[in-house]
């Protein structure tokens, strides 16, 4: 399922920046990166604390989303706070993995999976 996850978000960091708009202007699928940053960052605390063994493969991920987006100003900061939200929010709630904890993991890599076969469906050439 991971694998698959990646693979879908590989597609939509080669398809993000095809759109042609102002450098700080919102962009029509501002609101789904932004989700999916939140995304990146709660799956970056959660997976830590569920023993994954993954270092810093969500950071990374959305380290490869800001690089292949290249937001400006304020854009850049609302995917930055994106990513912070969700990692806090679970920072908040969880000091160890729980069943609950690997419930929202998955749930998490589905709604990734889904916003990122949505807007490469939508905004892919």
């Known amino acids: 399922m991971s694998t698959r996850f990646l693979a879908i978000f590989a597609l939509i960091l080669a398809c993000a920046s095809a759109p042609a708009r102002a450098q700080d202007g919102a962009a029509p699928f501002d609101g789904d990166l932004q989700r999916l ?3 990146l960052g709660g799956l970056h605390y959660l997976r830590g604390i569920c023993g994954s063994n ?3 493969k969500w950071r990374s991920e959305m380290q490869a989303l800001i690089d292949a987006e290249t937001p400006a100003g304020e854009r850049r900061t609302r995917m930055i706070a994106g990513f912070n939200r969700g990692y806090n929010g679970f920072q908040q709630t969880y000091r160890s993995c729980t069943p ?3 419930v929202a993991i998955r749930r ?3 709604e990734g999976s889904k916003i990122s076969r949505d807007l490469t469906a939508r905004y892919a050439n």
């Open 108 to 110: 998490y890599i589905e």
């Open 100 to 102: 609950a904890a690997t």
């Open 37 to 39: 940053a939140e995304i």
């Open 54 to 56: 993954e270092g810093n």
